[in-house]
């Protein structure tokens, strides 16, 4: 089956302000500045009118360069690796859309994914280009993700996160802590570790707070409930691992799992970001969302 037709309206482009320089064209100019890039490549883009001027019109190959001139292009992945978990929408309306997201999707594009990213997806099945994620989730963590599909409210529900005025809960399975009191909470000073991806606990004054309860105990492995006050990078992964009970199937902690590997569908990550709760910024109304995954099976 041939490609579906390239719509600038479904893809989120970067943008580059040309800088000084004595390029002839944009196309030397590009091919300068992105040097992971061959020339080859974005002859190609252009031929395919993934390249575009301020107007939003693909330029030319012969297009003179200009300093400061904005130029807009769409990353691609040559090669991109298919993900085959589906996403479902739970609910959409003028301002917000909400998505479960699978185990293994990304929320946006980052490194190797572009087009396999819940963003790029629902952008193509809404067709709203406007949508935007107000917060995200780890890849390798399932369920709720809420987007701003207005750009007139987003600032109004972007400031449910930094202000805590927005409850969430997770649930998570991983090994049982019977010489713990629950339910707990558990506080940290976070901070990046090695390798660059990975967060690590250290001395120093607390920037992460984690409610842990536990919802069931099922023999050697318990279900929690885990309530982030914070929103720290792998917040949870971290205060779980710290508490002696790193979660099932964790790739990064407490070590590394090898790297280049296939994603075992097998075997996700025991992290399902289950329920949202807050008052809309708009209507004052309480709002509810739940997460239709599980972490069974």
Not at 181 to 186: A, E, G, I, S
Request: contains cysteine; hydrophobic residues 40%; glycine residues 6%.
């Amino acid at each position: 089956m041939p490609d579906a037709p390239f719509n600038p309206a479904h893809h989120q482009a970067s943008t580059l302000s040309l800088p000084s320089g004595t390029w002839a064209t944009v196309l030397d100019c590009l091919c300068d500045h992105f040097k992971a890039i061959d020339r080859a490549q974005w002859l190609d883009r252009i031929a395919r009118g993934r390249v575009l001027d301020a107007q939003g019109k693909p330029i030319d190959v012969d297009l003179p360069y200009k300093q400061g001139l904005r130029i807009h292009y769409f990353r691609e992945v040559a090669n991109e690796r298919p993900i085959a978990a589906q996403e479902s929408i739970l609910h959409v309306d003028e301002h917000l859309v909400v998505a479960d997201k699978p185990h293994f999707l990304p929320v946006t594009p980052t490194g190797e994914y572009v087009e396999h990213t819940l963003l790029r997806r629902l952008i193509r099945r809404l067709g709203n280009p406007h949508l935007v994620p107000l917060h995200r989730i780890d890849r390798h963590t399932a369920g709720l993700v809420l987007f701003s599909a207005n750009p007139a409210s987003r600032s109004a529900y972007q400031a449910l996160f930094p202000n805590r005025q927005i409850d969430k809960c997770y649930e998570a399975i991983a090994p049982a802590l019977p010489h713990l009191t629950f339910p707990l909470v558990h506080t940290s000073r976070m901070v990046h570790g090695e390798p660059f991806f990975r967060m690590q606990e250290v001395a120093g004054v607390i920037n992460s707070e984690t409610r842990v309860e536990v919802a069931q105990k099922m023999g050697d492995l318990w279900r929690y409930r885990l309530y982030p006050i914070t929103g720290k990078t792998h917040q949870l992964r971290v205060h779980m691992t710290a508490l002696g009970a790193s979660l099932c199937n964790d790739p990064f902690y407490p070590e590394v799992c090898a790297q280049g590997e296939e994603d075992d569908y097998t075997k996700p990550l025991k992290l399902l970001a289950k329920r949202l709760a807050f008052n809309d910024p708009l209507t004052g109304e309480p709002r509810f969302f739940e997460s239709r995954l599980t972490l069974d099976g």
